[in-house]
Nanobody, 125 residues
Framework: QLQLVESGGGLVQAGGSLRLSCAASGRPTSNYDMAWFRQVPGKEREFVAAIKWSGGSTYYADSVKGRFTISRDNAKNTVYLQMNSLKPEDTAVYYC??????????????????WGQGTQVTVSS
């Protein structure tokens, strides 16, 4: 069973940066496409970024394109989300997710089988 644990969240001022990490255990991450989603109270979980199992392809929501970068280190079983130029509207709980390798990397939360517990990111104005 794959287990995911996020870290790196916190409070940051607008314009600042944070790097989230998602550490996997139980299975090699090289078997999985992985993604980051975020959620605010009262709203649906929102896609942020995804990365193919090989790291060869990445995908971003329009709202974070050019500011966030997803990457992975399969040797360390870890996926990262570098977040720059943060805005107050980026405030949310950020979740790491994984799914067994697909031909097409999923971009919707319903397609992901494994989830972390989430880490809070708060951006102050």
């Amino acid at each position: 069973q794959l287990q995911l644990v996020e870290s790196g969240g916190g409070l940051v001022q607008a314009g600042g940066s944070l790097r989230l990490s998602c550490a996997a255990s139980g299975r090699p991450t090289s078997n999985y496409d992985m993604a980051w989603f975020r959620q605010v109270p009262g709203k649906e979980r929102e896609f942020v970024a995804a990365i193919k199992w090989s790291g060869g392809s990445t995908y971003y929501a329009d709202s974070v394109k050019g500011r966030f970068t997803i990457s992975r280190d399969n040797a360390k079983n870890t996926v990262y989300l570098q977040m720059n130029s943060l805005k107050p509207e980026d405030t949310a709980v950020y979740y790491c997710a994984a799914v067994n390798r697909r031909i097409r990397v999923p971009l919707t939360s319903s397609e992901y089988a494994y989830w972390g517990q989430g880490t809070q990111v708060t951006v102050s104005s």
